[in-house]
């Protein structure tokens, strides 16, 4: 199959290579460029723990210069994949939730202590849950600076435009919520409605599919678990 990717970089062009691996032929087209321009400040003065839901969270730190200082503290992140990140920037001690951000809550509430305990989510400008209400609920403390931002695009190249019109392409990588929906946006911007309807739409989760509304009826799998491993198990 030819599948487009619309991963940001340098994640796309990683994925690309998988997937060729796999016997795939593969079109990159980020869809979100990650930008740490105008992000709060991290201060980590009262802050007792790390929350990372992205691995742009952790990248974050390093913009700031501030990783020496944080890998100190222990580190909540949402999936393996963040986890191998927080690993290599020199994280020691590492609690790993289940793939969403609502499998972190019981993660944090079974190990750490409300009143001693500051929190501080490293968060884009575009959330996935209300982990810091949940939080607070359960007594915590949650600071939730918003450290990178994710700009989207503003168009389709030429090529990949040709492609989808054409039907050279076979199916679409959709990882996040805010990436179905620039996806969307995109498409009725191209006039490329009906092209959608002959393509396979293979998305991480029941939330990034259900932004693809606009577009109905298309052709959608689900990936059984939240991550790339079962993502990409769709395509066996």
Do not use: W
């Not at 946006?185 to 998305?203: F, M, P, Q, V, W």
Request: aromatic residues 4%; charged residues 20%.
């Amino acid at each position: 199959m030819r599948l487009l990717v619309t991963r940001p970089e340098p994640d796309a062009l990683a994925l690309k290579a998988r997937l060729e691996r796999m016997g795939h032929e593969a079109s990159v087209a980020p869809l979100l460029t990650v930008s740490y321009a105008n992000a709060d400040p991290i201060d980590l003065t009262e802050v007792h723990a790390l929350i990372a839901t992205s691995r742009n969270g952790l990248k974050a730190l390093k913009a700031q210069g501030i990783h020496r200082a944080a890998v100190q503290m222990p580190i909540y992140v949402v999936g393996d994949a963040t986890a191998r990140d927080a690993q290599a920037l020199g994280f020691q001690t590492i609690i790993v939730g289940g793939g969403t951000v609502t499998s972190l809550v019981p993660e944090i509430v079974a190990t750490a202590d409300p009143q001693f305990d500051v929190l501080m989510h490293l968060a884009g400008d575009d959330l996935a849950g209300q982990l810091a209400t949940e939080l607070e609920l359960h007594g915590f403390r949650v600071m939730q600076p918003v450290v990178y931002r994710m700009l989207p695009t503003m168009a389709f190249t030429p090529d990949v435009e040709e492609q989808l019109e054409t039907g050279e392409i076979d199916g679409v990588l959709l990882m996040s919520p805010r990436t179905a929906a620039v996806y969307v946006d995109l498409i009725a911007g191209h006039g490329l409605e009906k092209s959608t309807k002959r393509l396979n739409h293979y998305c991480l989760s029941r939330s990034v599919a259900q932004r693809l509304a606009p577009l109905a009826p298309v052709r959608i799998e689900l990936a059984r678990a939240p991550n790339l491993n079962a993502l990409l198990d769709l395509l066996e």
